[in-house]
């Protein structure tokens, strides 16, 4: 209890003992016949103060986030849902959890995504935009007075490390992987030809998988535009299981570890699963792809974000389009 030593002892005008106490600033008085009365008086009260700041500042955190979770995410299917406990339960709930939701301020977020920004920088966003999510409806419903999220401060992601695959490398991507086979090698071509997210493959149902059409609805979630409908290839559509939740085993860290293998086994360089995404998308252009439809296939708000941050033109395929120019110049 706040302040509950701010307590002075002494005999009133009536004749009784008194104790005066102070908590969270206002004056409490506890009068009795004897000091030992008092003191017993006292203790009961402090108690029920107690359980009554308890009681009015509302929910610890994990206790609003299993109800926000229960109430206001129900709508999603199983494996978002099991991406998005993973990222709270890893980076979020050990560090908030038990504290009260009026409590919390945005000096106790902030270290959190400080250290995510500098490690997972794209989950950074993703829990941001999630928490602050979380806190506003506890604002809403009167939970608390402020959402805490607001004040926190998170550097952007600008992708300006972002790195695609050479040819040479997608070429000894594919004959590592026919040497050795496994399970994953199927995630890894379909990252590759689909330019999805790592949490957007892993949330694909078969409802969302039309394999008249060879199509994917990918239900993301990052922008308004994730939602989108990806044309693709039969050879694409048939890695992908017939069950109805193709990749339930995998998570989002499960599938890092195993293509980290591959890289440390191929030696590459600064080369991420999210390098997948890039080199579709540079694979896009160079085969012609129209620049508004790849927008469209990686789930852009702007055409500018997909030619600045996921086409990254390969050496050989610029001195080809050079040789055009030069072409053209002589004649």
Same mark, same amino acid.
């Given at each position: ?244 939740? +193709?990749?339930?085993?995998?998570? +989002? ?79």
């Amino acid at each position: 209890m706040k302040n509950k030593r701010e307590i002075r002892v002494f005999t009133h005008q009536s004749g009784l003992r008194c104790i005066r106490f102070s908590h969270n600033g206002k004056q409490h008085y506890v009068y009795a016949k004897t000091t030992r009365e008092c003191r017993k008086k006292y203790g009961e009260l402090a108690s029920q103060l107690e359980k009554r700041e308890k009681k009015s500042t509302g929910y610890t955190f994990v206790e609003w986030y299993e109800k926000w979770i229960q109430l206001y995410k129900s709508h999603l299917k199983e494996n978002s849902l099991r991406l998005l406990k993973g990222v709270f339960n890893k980076h979020i709930l050990p560090k908030l959890k038990k504290k009260v939701m009026r409590r919390i301020t945005s000096q106790d977020i902030q270290p959190i995504f400080n250290k995510m920004t500098k490690e997972t920088p794209r989950q950074a966003t993703i829990a941001y935009i999630q928490l602050k999510a979380c806190f506003e409806q506890a604002y809403k419903l009167g939970y608390i007075t402020r959402n805490p999220c607001l004040a926190v401060v998170i550097k952007k992601n600008k992708g300006e490390n972002g790195k695609g695959l050479t040819k040479q490398q997608q070429k000894q991507l594919v004959e590592y992987m026919d040497k050795h086979e496994n399970k994953f090698n199927n995630l890894v071509l379909l990252y590759l030809n689909t330019g999805m997210r790592r949490g957007e493959l892993l949330s694909v149902e078969q409802e969302d998988v039309n394999r008249e059409t060879n199509e994917i609805h990918i239900r993301g979630k990052k922008t308004a535009t994730s939602d989108r409908i990806l044309q693709t290839s039969k050879q694409v559509i048939d890695l992908i299981p017939t069950k109805i939740h +193709p990749f339930i085993e995998w998570t +989002p860290d499960h599938v890092d570890r195993e293509f980290n293998k591959i890289v440390k086994a191929l030696k590459f360089e600064k080369i991420t699963l999210h390098s997948l995404r890039h080199t579709f998308a540079t694979n896009c252009v160079e085969s012609g792809v129209d620049m508004t439809v790849l927008q469209k296939w990686l789930g852009h708000k702007s055409i500018t974000m997909t030619i600045d941050r996921y086409t990254h033109i390969s050496e050989d395929y610029k001195k080809q389009e050079q040789a055009k120019v030069k072409t053209i110049l002589l004649h």
